[in-house]
């Protein structure tokens, strides 16, 4: 038979709902299709002849290759060699709404294979079009080791949309579970991962959909991939209308997984997900599904949804399943039965409210149910929780009496867990309350005052914060729990002001609700402390030294929040007592080794290692970041938040340690992390390619720095949630040396990055140090000093960091120089923080100092001074080891050397040193772009006119002439030394006439 494309959908969905019976059952399912589908009936039954053998596999397989050739279905045009920049290798799945194909760029940007999903050419304009569209924004806002990430989207040049999705080489999460014969504590293990990608999903305002052992593999390493975002949405849109996900309109709801309420078409929640979570555990653990969602002829899914009736997990398991996870069927039944029965119902109750919350709840009580503690879904008597603690101190039970006297303890103990148990079931329904409030349709919410159809997650949050007091005014702990969470969600958008507000509120709450010196206040104080340190260090110190007084009064202060304590300290006193600092961060990594912490043991580590390097302990700052390096990369969680970081900050000290060679290697290992572990155009990736061009840049590969920085431009460009990090780039760019043509796209680059929240003190008088020496370099005399001023207002000369206040001196002496005024210029270079050489080591910031003090002694008319310092320089580079990274310092002790030499009237000597400068120029620097290269070219050319040489200095003067013509907004300080040359040059030929 032939098929439209109307019916393309449908038959998706039915074979979908076919692969998913046992073989015997599917005959009698195929005699209660619907009237409407029995003309589909003869393909449905040679496609599932075909597949026998499938019913849950790979993800990329789930879309199988089919073979009808004498009959063909509407036929599917074969994609051509490329769709956009990606070629097509082979094809891995095709199905009613597109196919998957195995691909890689054939651009060689991406270095991996993808797996590149696209629609049918005939549903491309359609539902399908639209979907992909949704998954691909969906996606780019979720990072996360257990979700498989987004690499790409777009459409073809010949309409054909496509999105590029991290190929996963794995099995469904049942047939791994069995294959490899996993206990039932490991499949636990393994369903733990599904539950945090999932929450990290619910916590982004994302609702997948469709969870069901397809959409989630496992890979080689054992783990987990949450995949196909197809039919999740943003929570706020609407979801769960029946006209978008009615079966006969299409779409590819799996019904024995949807939840009662996506079936039924109600609005959806965080439980919707949390019912197809259940259904999964009850799979992994039991070995079959709680239920067949089967259809017989006449009753729709609503009727079918009434009939079912779900047994416990222990009471339907058989020797097989039982088997696969290495038991006797006796042996799982027991296992399940109790606590692992009661966690799975709970999450399948057909009534939201009785259901779990979250993913997160239900992940805790999986997690107590692990650890033999009592678990939450479960009616708190004394004996339960009595037998609990036998349990799990069951080798102390020496004794009837001893035994005797711990239940009678434990008695106590009852009531009070079962009052914390109450407390926080209390508080998790309230805030499951509040969020569904918050993320239902807006059409439902009175006044509403977001009124654009789809809210941005950021919208939300503002709304959330809004309306957190008229929301659970009685209900306190779920209020201090939301407002946490509000902090941290601000936190990740850099929004350092809004997070202190909320922490604000929480610690306000937090005193009205506990008494004077609660170990509870520590970690809020803690962690407003560092929120508001940037703005406010009077501010933050008050804040830790009430934390530090409740630390030394109280013994039950939670021993990681007083660790970090310890961090919050020394990052406030690294300004101000880096001893001090180094000994607080120190004795926090100590403190933190025990606890089996990564997270802030590695964040300890950092903080460690970065005031190593401040006080010259070069080698234990590199040992430490290395460390820390190493445990990331053990932490699959935690891989994609810091290993990328960390090799950055690791290169940074390398690099101090003046070990170019291994700094480089680090970064360029770092950048590979961020596209491994944060996907191609994920912000770390940006950042880390931006850092190693600006380190190409200042180790003289301005070439190597060019076409880095402009690749990360582009990208950055093309990645709508990451427009800061073009301005970023395009500034790095024009601030590299003189300005390479960017320089007044650079100062509208750098101006919004002044006004981004959340930026520190530190990192903004950084920026307006560039948009000073950029506005130097264009002329803008007085916008220079007007930067320099402000960055001096955002931090006094004494807190800057050494780079940047080496940074900021030697731009506003070249400044003054440029302006003719000596005397303040060579003031201001006794502010330089300078490290003294030696024989083994030679400090940047020695280089930057001498050169120019020597451009200062030059410009005073003190050549002799200029030329002896300008030759230390140049003697100094010349035996260095890492001279090759060090190109422009060599160049500019070069130039200054060379032309102090013409002053003195000493031009042979002269043309030399100039001619050295002049080949470094022409290797570092675009030969039509740069005015330093002139600037050598003008000092020879002076040198040729002295000895005679009028020809040659005229070809050298055409070439910066040219430089400068397509530089027309130069500074004075590279024009007036070209108009001075040409002036010379033809002065004699004008009186000769």
């Not at 109750?349 to 919350?357: F, S």
């Amino acid at each position: 038979m032939r098929l439209d494309a109307a019916n393309w959908p449908v038959l998706s969905v039915l074979f979908d709902q076919g692969l998913d019976l046992p073989a015997p059952a599917r005959a009698c399912w195929l005699d209660g299709l619907e009237p409407g589908q029995l003309e589909l009936r003869p393909l449905l039954e040679r496609l599932l002849a075909d597949h026998s053998e499938m019913q849950t596999r790979n993800f990329l397989e789930t879309l199988p290759r089919v073979s009808l050739a004498e009959d063909p279905i509407d036929p599917i045009a074969a994609p051509g060699p490329s769709v956009g920049p990606y070629r097509l290798l082979r094809e891995i799945g095709r199905g009613g709404m597109g196919s998957v194909w195995l691909a890689e760029r054939h651009d060689g940007l991406l270095k991996r294979p993808v797996a590149l999903k696209l629609p049918h050419p005939g549903l491309a304009t359609c539902t399908f079009s639209e979907r992909l569209e949704r998954e691909r924004d969906i996606l780019a806002s979720l990072a996360h080791p257990h979700i498989a990430r987004l690499y790409d989207a777009g459409v073809s040049a010949d309409g054909q949309p496509y999105i590029a999705l991290e190929y996963v080489d794995g099995q469904a999460i049942t047939e791994a579970c069995d294959l490899r014969r996993l206990g039932l504590r490991e499949r636990i293990g393994l369903f733990m991962q599904v539950l945090d990608a999932v929450q990290h999903a619910h916590a982004h305002l994302v609702l997948h959909r469709d969870l069901k052992p397809s959409n989630v593999l496992v890979d080689t390493q054992a783990q987990v991939r949450l995949l196909d975002f197809g039919l999740a949405k943003l929570m706020v849109e609407g979801q769960g209308a029946a006209s978008e996900l009615t079966l006969d309109a299409g779409q590819a709801l799996t019904p024995d997984y949807a939840s009662p309420e996506q079936i039924l078409g109600k609005p959806l929640g965080t439980a919707s997900d949390v019912y197809s979570l259940g259904v999964l555990l009850y799979e992994l653990l039991a070995g079959v599904r709680p239920y067949r969602l089967l259809r017989p002829e006449g009753v729709s899914l609503a009727q079918a949804l009434q009939s079912i009736n779900v047994s416990r997990p222990s009471a339907v398991v058989t020797q097989g399943a039982a088997a696969a996870l290495g038991m006797t069927a006796r042996q799982l039944a027991r296992a399940l039965h109790g606590d692992l029965d009661t966690i799975i119902l709970t999450a399948l109750a057909h009534d939201v409210p009785r259901r779990y919350p979250s993913a997160e709840a239900l992940g805790a009580d999986l997690a107590r149910f692990l650890a033999g503690k009592p678990v939450l879904a479960r009616p708190e008597g004394a004996w339960y929780v009595a037998k609990k603690f036998i349990a799990r101190h069951r080798w102390a039970m020496g004794s009837g009496l001893l035994a005797a006297t711990v239940l009678t303890a434990t008695s106590a103990v009852a009531l009070w867990q079962a009052s914390v148990a109450r407390e926080q079931a209390e508080t998790a329904r309230a805030v499951q309350g509040f969020l569904e409030d918050m993320l239902k349709p807006n059409s439902q919410r009175q006044a509403d005052p977001v009124k654009a159809r789809e809210a941005t997650a950021r919208q939300l949050l503002d709304l959330a914060a809004q309306r957190i007091d008229a929301s659970l005014d009685t209900a306190p702990q779920a209020k201090l729990r939301v407002l946490d969470i509000i902090s941290r969600m601000y936190t990740d958008f850099q929004l350092q002001a809004s997070s202190a507000h909320a922490l604000e509120r929480k610690l306000a709450l937090e005193r009205k609700l506990y008494a004077p010196g609660d170990a509870r206040l520590v970690a809020t104080l803690s962690d407003l402390a560092d929120r508001v340190r940037s703005d406010d260090r009077a501010r933050a110190a008050s804040l830790l030294s009430e934390a530090v007084a409740i630390v030394d009064q109280r013994r039950d202060v939670d021993p990681v929040v007083s660790a970090v304590l310890l961090r919050r300290q020394s990052n406030l006193l690294e300004t101000s007592d880096k001893p001090r600092a180094l000994e607080l961060a120190r004795h926090a990594v100590t403190q933190l080794r025990g606890l089996h912490n990564p997270e802030e043991l590695i964040e300890s580590l950092m903080a460690q290692g970065s005031l190593e390097g401040r006080v010259g302990h070069s080698a234990q700052s590199i040992a430490v970041l290395e460390e820390a390096l190493a445990l990331s990369r053990t932490q699959v969680e935690l891989r994609a938040l810091y290993a990328a970081r960390l090799g950055a900050y690791l290169a940074e000290a390398q690099y101090q340690a003046q070990q170019p060679a291994a700094a480089e290697a680090s970064y360029r290992q770092a950048f590979a992390d961020a596209r491994r572990y944060a996907g191609d155009d994920s912000r770390d990736s940006l950042q880390t390619e931006r850092r190693l061009g600006e380190f190409l840049r200042l180790t003289g590969r301005p070439a190597q720095a060019i076409e880095v920085l402009e690749d990360a431009q582009l990208r950055a460009r093309r990645v709508r949630v990451a427009e800061w990090e073009y301005a970023v780039t395009v500034a790095f760019l024009g601030s590299a040396e003189d300005g390479y043509g960017r320089l007044e796209e650079a100062s509208r680059a750098i101006e919004p990055l002044l006004h981004q929240p959340g930026y520190a003190p530190q990192l903004r008088a950084q920026w307006l140090t560039t948009l000073a020496r950029v506005n130097l370099q264009l002329g803008h005399f007085a916008k220079a000093h007007e930067a320099l001023d402000e960055a001096a207002a955002s931090r006094t000369n004494s807190a800057m960091a050494p780079g940047v206040l080496n940074a900021y001196v030697s731009t506003r002496a070249r400044l003054l120089l440029a302006e003719g005024r000596v005397d303040e210029a060579r003031t201001w270079l006794d502010q330089f923080s300078v490290t003294p050489p030696t024989a083994e080591k030679l400090p940047d910031s020695w280089l930057l100092a001498t050169t120019a003090a020597a451009e200062v002694a030059l410009a005073s008319g003190d050549a002799a001074a200029a030329l002896e310092q300008a030759h230390a320089v140049s003697a100094r580079l010349a035996a260095d080891p890492q001279r090759e990274y060090r190109r422009f310092e060599e160049l500019r002790a070069a130039l200054v050397e060379g032309k102090a030499l013409a002053a003195l009237s000493r031009c042979p000597l002269a043309m030399p040193v100039l001619q050295r400068a002049l080949d470094i120029a022409k290797a570092a620097l675009d030969p039509q772009l740069s005015p330093l290269l002139a600037d050598v070219q003008i000092a020879l050319a002076s040198c040729e006119l002295d000895m005679g040489a009028r020809e040659r200095a005229a070809a050298l003067l055409a070439e910066a002439r040219a430089v400068h013509a397509r530089q027309t907004d130069l500074g004075p300080q590279y024009r007036q030394p070209l108009e001075r040359l040409a002036a010379r040059l033809h002065a004699p030929q004008a009186a000769a006439h």
